[in-house]
């Protein structure tokens, strides 16, 4: 190995994280003792490495080694060997039994312990058996030092150990056979990594193991970046040539070859061919199954009956409900599956708790749930009753390679007889399809959620798709209530959502525009407006009530720039204040910080309870870096957690947020800038989502023409989805 390399003996193992690798150890290296830091996963002590890297003087622990890549190195005299076989790296050795195997096979034990395991057997104290375990044990260590070299040559070392773990001592020859398995077996690994190790390797560019990978890829990428379901075949074939840069006569016969293979599923909508993956399809499928299925159920409750319950439930809110209000209340009862659907102030959380209300009065026992932690929070304070996560609804846990798996499934289904889903625009066709697994077919179900939002972040838009079949009974809550219009955030929010301008020049009330087009003038009054101007007017904490949403990550009034900003502003360096930088991101002590993709296995504490679980859109203030800068301790709304640092990848910055992660909270005062951004955000309804997140104040700040321009873009990103079709195709 070229460039600054170490050498010796593994004396000690500090730190390792089996999940990624990292590790810190202590190498007897020449005549002192070194200690080596990074990704050096299945190492044991007692192990000889090689490694290269280079050195670093870390501020708390001083001078260490920075490995890049590392190799094992088998023992070579008999001394070594021993302190090898003795450190139980081998299971069903220890040091008795590695002096016995020495003493008999001296320096020929390491090729009897690879080639004859079962001479092993010749030794007093080891049985057949027990050698045959040690053979398997060996050749586990052998073939992890053999597969380890390979994949260093074309990995990094996180992803040769994400790669091992699933391919053991067959890696090598299952990436020599066909490297384009990666792209849609390993997570991390997209088609053009794939296709680079592949080149590498010597195959064709026209080879059909290639251009299969090709087509799956193309088919997840636009899953996973624009919501589609399936493409249309010249859709698909046209994004297949881009990529691959082959003939269209190849790309058919290898589409063949995975609609033959059932990789891809093929249907014909309006006479089109169409090619979806398969796992998507038959999720869509299971979906309209399902829905149909639960349809046909209701409690069969008679009219006066539900008439003198809504008399109840109105008694006990103190409010009368109206029309549509009724007949949603009146959908839920009688139907197996309804959806209320309505934009800010129209009454659906009133529905709910009037279902709710309904519910308990006859005994039926229900869940509460929404997509997002903060969504199943807000249902919780505004219903007065538990809601949960679909996720933890469905009792995730997460398999080695970081997929969802449901406890709560058709074998294993939901103990309740009714669900009402909040938020159900957010609902993918993955989550949709696994909750619908967890019910039982005699089921009710009630989806709640405004259609005008933004649609999910993954594949599909069901919500859209269930409502716009005209298969189910949707109840669409139009009219705003006398307390709803004294709010301008709500006038604004319907009239944007009709496609009006919304009124901008009122200088009083919740809804207030300051106008700005020099982004740098634009950063500098954001800064103001949540660290003085906003608490001093209004009293709001500029951390628990103050949020800045933005549509994009990128630009000048991007999260990432924005955030820098006002970290900066609110909470700067000092010397008090400990900070610990991850990638490109300083995180300190007194930060706001966003939890961006679910842990239900981390631990938390909050007044003497001890619970598990920070999700999505969980938003938190860093309360303590720990002296070595391992752990950061972070306070939940009240749930303590402490984070190691290999783990912050599930943390950003939270003064600025996206509207995409802000979807299914609700902030007291929310800020919105509004310039020039890529043409994709510029939409009604992205803007109509953002400006629905505050519930007390929301000031836009920005470019007047850009906010008209958003009104009245009603362009949607057309989503294609099988759902509808299937839909139409059951005989509801």
């Given at each position: 190995m070229d460039g600054e390399y170490i050498e010796g003996r593994v004396e000690e193992i500090i730190f390792s994280n089996p999940t990624n690798g990292y590790t810190v150890c202590v190498v007897g290296a020449k005549e002192s003792m070194v200690t080596a830091v990074g990704i050096m996963p299945f190492l044991t002590e007692g192990e000889n490495i090689k490694a290269r890297g280079f050195w670093q003087n870390h501020p708390t622990f001083g001078r260490q080694f920075?490995?890049?890549?590392?190799?094992?190195?088998?023992?070579?005299?008999?001394?070594?060997?021993?302190?090898?076989?003795?450190?139980?790296?081998?299971?069903?050795?220890?040091?008795?039994?590695?002096?016995?195997?020495?003493?008999?096979?001296?320096?020929?034990?390491?090729?009897?312990?690879?080639?004859?395991?079962?001479?092993?057997?010749?030794?007093?104290?080891?049985?057949?058996?027990?050698?045959?375990?040690?053979?398997?044990?060996?050749?586990?260590?052998?073939?992890?030092?053999?597969?380890?070299?390979?994949?260093?040559?074309?990995?990094?070392?996180?992803?040769?150990?994400?790669?091992?773990?699933?391919?053991?001592?067959?890696?090598?020859?299952?990436?020599?056979?066909?490297?384009?398995?990666?792209?849609?077996?390993?997570?991390?690994?997209?088609?053009?990594?794939?296709?680079?190790?592949?080149?590498?390797?010597?195959?064709?560019?026209?080879?059909?193991?290639?251009?299969?990978?090709?087509?799956?890829?193309?088919?997840?990428?636009?899953?996973?970046?624009?919501?589609?379901?399936?493409?249309?075949?010249?859709?698909?074939?046209?994004?297949?040539?881009?990529?691959?840069?082959?003939?269209?006569?190849?790309?058919?016969?290898?589409?063949?070859?995975?609609?033959?293979?059932?990789?891809?599923?093929?249907?014909?909508?309006?006479?089109?061919?169409?090619?979806?993956?398969?796992?998507?399809?038959?999720?869509?499928?299971?979906?309209?199954?399902?829905?149909?299925?639960?349809?046909?159920?209701?409690?069969?409750?008679?009219?006066?009956?539900?008439?003198?319950?809504?008399?109840?439930?109105?008694?006990?809110?103190?409010?009368?409900?109206?029309?549509?209000?009724?007949?949603?209340?009146?959908?839920?009862?009688?139907?197996?599956?309804?959806?209320?659907?309505?934009?800010?102030?129209?009454?659906?959380?009133?529905?709910?708790?009037?279902?709710?209300?309904?519910?308990?009065?006859?005994?039926?026992?229900?869940?509460?749930?929404?997509?997002?932690?903060?969504?199943?929070?807000?249902?919780?304070?505004?219903?007065?009753?538990?809601?949960?996560?679909?996720?933890?609804?469905?009792?995730?846990?997460?398999?080695?390679?970081?997929?969802?798996?449901?406890?709560?499934?058709?074998?294993?289904?939901?103990?309740?007889?009714?669900?009402?889903?909040?938020?159900?625009?957010?609902?993918?066709?993955?989550?949709?399809?696994?909750?619908?697994?967890?019910?039982?077919?005699?089921?009710?179900?009630?989806?709640?959620?405004?259609?005008?939002?933004?649609?999910?972040?993954?594949?599909?838009?069901?919500?859209?798709?269930?409502?716009?079949?005209?298969c189910f009974k949707v109840t669409r809550l139009m009219h705003i209530f006398r307390q709803a219009e004294k709010s301008l955030i709500i006038v604004n929010a319907h009239r944007i959502n009709n496609g009006e301008e919304p009124y901008l020049k009122r200088k009083d009330g919740d809804f207030f525009f300051i106008e700005k087009h020099n982004p740098a003038e634009l950063q500098n009054l954001v800064s103001s407006l949540c660290k003085d101007r906003l608490p001093a007017a209004y009293g709001f904490n500029h951390l628990e009530d103050i949020q800045v949403i933005t549509p994009t990550r990128r630009g000048d009034c991007g999260t990432r720039e924005l955030n820098k900003v006002l970290q900066q502003s609110l909470n700067p360096p000092s010397r008090y204040k400990k900070e610990r930088k991850y990638g490109d991101t300083v995180f300190r002590e007194g930060d706001k910080v966003m939890q961006v993709r679910n842990n239900y296995d981390l631990v938390w504490y909050k007044e003497g309870e001890e619970g598990t679980g920070v999700f999505n859109g969980d938003i938190g203030i860093i309360v303590s870096i720990d002296p070595k800068g391992d752990t950061v301790t972070i306070d939940f709304d009240g749930r303590i957690c402490e984070y190691e640092m290999t783990n912050a990848d599930d943390l950003e910055l939270a003064y600025a947020v996206t509207v995409h992660k802000a979807q299914g909270s609700e902030y007291n005062a929310v800020i919105v800038p509004l310039l020039k951004c890529p043409y994709p955000l510029m939409t009604r309804n992205l803007l109509y989502t953002a400006v629905t997140r505050a519930k007390q104040l929301l000031i836009a700040v920005g470019d007047t023409a850009v906010i008209n321009h958003m009104a009245s873009n009603n362009k949607k990103d057309i989503r294609f989805t099988s759902l509808p079709y299937l839909l139409k195709n059951e005989q509801i």
């Open positions: 920075k490995v890049e890549v590392f190799e094992k190195e088998l023992p070579e005299d008999e001394d070594a060997l021993y302190r090898y076989l003795a450190s139980g790296s081998i299971k069903g050795i220890g040091p008795v039994t590695a002096r016995r195997i020495i003493d008999r096979f001296g320096e020929d034990t390491i090729s009897v312990m690879e080639h004859n395991p079962e001479w092993l057997s010749e030794i007093k104290g080891i049985s057949k058996n027990r050698a045959k375990e040690i053979g398997e044990s060996f050749a586990l260590q052998f073939g992890a030092r053999e597969a380890m070299i390979f994949l260093n040559k074309y990995f990094g070392p996180s992803l040769s150990v994400r790669i091992y773990k699933k391919y053991r001592s067959a890696s090598a020859d299952i990436i020599k056979c066909n490297p384009y398995r990666l792209c849609y077996e390993i997570p991390g690994i997209g088609f053009e990594k794939a296709d680079q190790v592949a080149q590498n390797m010597g195959f064709p560019s026209d080879s059909p193991e290639r251009i299969e990978a090709g087509l799956l890829h193309v088919l997840m990428d636009v899953a996973y970046q624009n919501g589609h379901c399936y493409l249309p075949g010249d859709m698909l074939i046209q994004e297949s040539r881009k990529l691959l840069e082959v003939g269209d006569d190849l790309i058919t016969n290898a589409l063949g070859e995975c609609v033959k293979r059932g990789e891809i599923k093929r249907n014909d909508f309006n006479a089109t061919p169409c090619f979806a993956l398969s796992f998507i399809y038959y999720a869509e499928s299971y979906i309209a199954s399902k829905l149909k299925l639960l349809s046909q159920n209701s409690l069969t409750f008679p009219v006066e009956g539900i008439e003198e319950q809504i008399s109840l439930s109105q008694e006990k809110q103190s409010i009368v409900y109206d029309e549509m209000q009724v007949t949603a209340i009146k959908n839920a009862v009688n139907h197996g599956l309804s959806i209320v659907t309505g934009g800010p102030g129209t009454g659906k959380t009133t529905v709910i708790k009037a279902v709710i209300d309904i519910f308990e009065s006859l005994g039926v026992k229900y869940m509460l749930a929404a997509p997002t932690g903060r969504a199943a929070k807000r249902m919780s304070e505004t219903s007065g009753r538990e809601a949960r996560t679909i996720h933890r609804l469905l009792e995730v846990v997460y398999s080695e390679d970081d997929r969802p798996v449901f406890s709560r499934n058709e074998d294993n289904p939901l103990p309740a007889k009714a669900f009402i889903i909040d938020e159900t625009s957010m609902v993918d066709v993955f989550l949709m399809e696994a909750f619908l697994r967890s019910v039982k077919p005699d089921s009710m179900v009630v989806f709640i959620g405004d259609a005008d939002q933004l649609p999910p972040v993954g594949p599909g838009d069901a919500l859209n798709d269930i409502i716009f079949s005209g």
